[in-house]
Every structure is written in C-alpha cells, then in structure tokens.
C-alpha cells in the first residue's frame, strides 16, 4: 500500500486490530470501554479516515455518511445485528457496511437456551436460596418448584441463523417446536429435525416421538411453553413484517399463563412496560432477557420490580460474550476476524474490487449494476 490506510475503531476489538497494523494500517482506537460520543465519531470520520469499525452502541447514519463524504469508503460493524446503522442513509451516500454474522451463531443461540432452562429451573432464586442461608430443609415443594424443559413445545420466532441453531440445541431435549418467519421459511431444515426426531425415536431415545412444523404467529404463542425470540429489530416502514414491540399486551396475552419468554434479539422487539405488567400480573410464568429497550437497563425499568425478581432473568446483553467467538481473528470463527476481513475486502478492492461479492458487506443491493 503507498498511503496507509487510516482506520477509527470505536471500541477495542483485541488482536485483530493488530492485524490490521502489522498489514500497514493505521489504526486509532477509541480507548475507553464506554462508546464514544456521535460528535466525536462524526469528527473521526470528518478527519479522513478510509474505514470505521462500529459496533451496535454507535447509531451511524446521514450525519456520519456526510462527514465522510470522498473519504469514507466503509462501516464494519462488530455484530450481526445492523439496527444502529441506517441502511437507507448508507445506500443513499454509496457507502457499503458490513456485519459479522454466522460467527457468533451457535454462542448466542446456546445462550438463549440456557437462559430458558435457568429461568424455568428457578436457578437463581435456587442459588440464593443457598446464598442466604434460607435453605433449611430439602422439601417435596417448597419453598417453590421449577419447570422442565425436555419435553416441553417451544416456539421459535424468526428461522434465521440463530433461531435454527436454537432449534438444533433444542433437539437433544426433545422438545416439540413451533417455528414462525414471515420472510423465511427452511422446510429442509425442518425436514432433517423430523428425521432426527424419528430416528431418536425409532433407536428407543425418546418415549415420544418430538415433532416440528411452521405455523402462524398467534398459534405459535398459544401453543407453547416456551417462546424464544431470533429476529432482526426492524422499525415501522423497515419491512412488511416489523418486529418493533412484536410482544405487546396484545401478543403477550396469547401466551399460556405457564409460558415463559425468552429474548435474546433486541430490546425494542418486547414492548417493555407490558412485559413487567404480564409478569407481575402473572399472565405469563416468566421472562429471560438479554436486550432491553434502552441499555444499559436503567434503575427505574419496571423489569427491576423485586416483586418479579423470581421470574424475570436480565442479563447484560451477553449473549455472543464467549472468548472465541468475540475475540478470534479468524475470521470463520470470530467476530474481530470477520469485521477486520468485512473492511479489509473493501479498502483492498478484494473481489475484483466488486462490492456485490463481498461475502460480509451487508448493502449490497446500492451497488448492483443496472441490469
Ligand atoms: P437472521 O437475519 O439470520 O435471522 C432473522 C430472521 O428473523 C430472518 O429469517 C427473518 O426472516 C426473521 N424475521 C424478520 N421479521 C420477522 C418477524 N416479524 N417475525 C418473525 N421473524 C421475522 O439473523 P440472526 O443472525 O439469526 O440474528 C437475529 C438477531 O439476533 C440479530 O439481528 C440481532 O439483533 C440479534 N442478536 C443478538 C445477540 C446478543 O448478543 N443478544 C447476538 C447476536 C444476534
């Protein structure tokens, strides 16, 4: 390379940044762990840089495409999810972003199955039972009981990448499963989960034989005992099929009484004030939650009531925080590999220099040729 290529980084993303040095970049790195202020990005960008590495903290939109106006030539972002950086401003200024998706698939989905299962076996209040010196006998009962997962019906909204790894984990216990998408339906992939059902069945693995099938959204939540949400947040006007306070009253009042709900996607897909009355009103049994409208949870949410504490799990939105998977260079197994490669294919002109081809460029469609 003749002029090194100047990148901004908004958050430190290990190892790969190194790569991207010893390639002959010229790398800065916000070096705090808080996101840095939009101004501050605007005037990175503003500066000259050739590509900028986000992440679902920095909302990047026509201000940030301005400011980069003749220089910036790409957006990795250091996640799957793309709802901070606003596609149609990114389309409109000819600027390709690029996401990490696939490789944080199987962590995010084991994620969400294990927070169904702590929920549903009462993990933690358990362990604060044990915690608190409140565990003074061994009962058939009390002081509460959980519920078990295998066996059970879930039902899986949104078939994408994570929701059919959650499926695959779901399989070895033997659940039942009700999947819904709009946009996206693998009736292959249901094909092969029956066969295997049949066969754990057929071989004496399982006393019944565990079924899946697509159904309507509505039939979804009324027949299962577990809901886990895998979608995209898309707001009004984003898609035909918005997913934006998807779970509202109206939503959250078809779910069975003992049903719990588990989202692991993005906050604003649960409408946040009617989940916390569903559940101090026990019109579902309980919530596992990773996202939140507003993050990180502020002190006042309602979900922070004591009087839900039992029910209602909150993570950090920590779902993809497995070594590997955050931090690995390659860029087939982690998501510092895959964002360096997303910008690295674009300022190196790889693929002949066509952007259509660009395996982790996620607007391709602003630069299709005419046909
Ligand atoms: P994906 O695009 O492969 O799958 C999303 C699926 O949702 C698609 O099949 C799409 O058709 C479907 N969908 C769209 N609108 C829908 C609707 N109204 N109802 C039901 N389904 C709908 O994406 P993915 O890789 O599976 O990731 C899903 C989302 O998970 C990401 O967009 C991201 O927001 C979130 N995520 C969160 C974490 C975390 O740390 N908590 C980690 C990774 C991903």
């Not at 049949?198 to 099938?213: N, P, Q, S, V």
């Not at 809901?227 to 947040?233: D, E, I, N, Q, R």
């Not at 590999?337 to 996620?362: A, F, S």
Request: hydrophobic fraction near 40%; aromatic fraction near 10%; include cysteine.
């Amino acid at each position: 390379m003749n002029k090194k290529l100047r990148v901004f980084a908004t958050c430190d993303i290990g190892e790969a940044i190194e790569l991207l040095r010893r390639r002959g970049y010229d790398v800065e790195v916000y070096p705090h762990p808080e996101p840095p202020a939009k101004s501050l990005i605007v005037e990175k960008v503003k500066s000259g840089i050739d590509g900028l590495i986000t992440t679902l903290r920095d909302p990047i939109d026509a201000e940030v495409f301005e400011a980069g106006q003749g220089t910036l030539k790409v957006v990795a972002q250091y996640a799957v999810g793309f709802d901070n950086i606003n596609r149609a401003d990114a389309n409109r200024y000819k600027i390709p972003f690029s996401n990490t998706a696939d490789v944080l698939t199987e962590a995010t989905a084991e994620f969400a199955f294990f927070m169904m299962g702590t929920l549903a076996r009462k993990m933690w209040p358990a362990e604060h039972l044990t915690r608190e010196l409140k565990w003074g006998y061994w009962h058939p009962y009390l002081p509460f009981l959980g519920d078990e997962v295998t066996g059970k019906t879930v039902a899986v909204i949104g078939t994408g990448r994570i929701g059919l790894a959650f499926i695959k984990k779901c399989v070895g216990f033997d659940m039942n499963v009700l999947c819904y998408d709009p946009a996206y339906e693998n009736h292959e992939f249901v094909k092969t989960i029956q066969e295997i059902n049949d066969l754990r069945h057929a071989r004496g693995l399982t006393k019944e034989k565990a079924w899946i099938k697509y159904v309507p959204f509505e039939e979804a939540l009324r027949g299962a005992d577990f809901v886990s949400v895998h979608v995209p947040l898309l707001r009004a006007g984003e898609s035909a099929t918005p997913t934006y306070h998807l779970f509202n009253e109206k939503n959250l009042r078809l779910m069975k009484p003992t049903a719990y709900l588990v989202n692991t996607s993005r906050g604003p897909v649960i409408d946040e004030a009617a989940l916390a009355r569903a559940l101090r009103e026990n019109w579902i049994a309980g919530a596992a939650l990773d996202v939140y409208e507003k993050e990180p949870l502020p002190v006042d949410s309602p979900l922070r009531d004591a009087a839900i504490a039992d029910r209602c799990r909150l993570m950090p939105h920590f779902a993809s925080a497995a070594r590997i998977t955050r931090l690995s260079t390659d860029p087939d197994k982690g998501m510092a590999g895959r964002c360096v490669q997303g910008l690295i294919d674009v300022l190196e002109g790889n693929y002949g220099g066509d952007i259509t081809k660009m395996p982790y460029v996620v607007n391709k469609e602003a630069f299709a040729k005419p046909t």
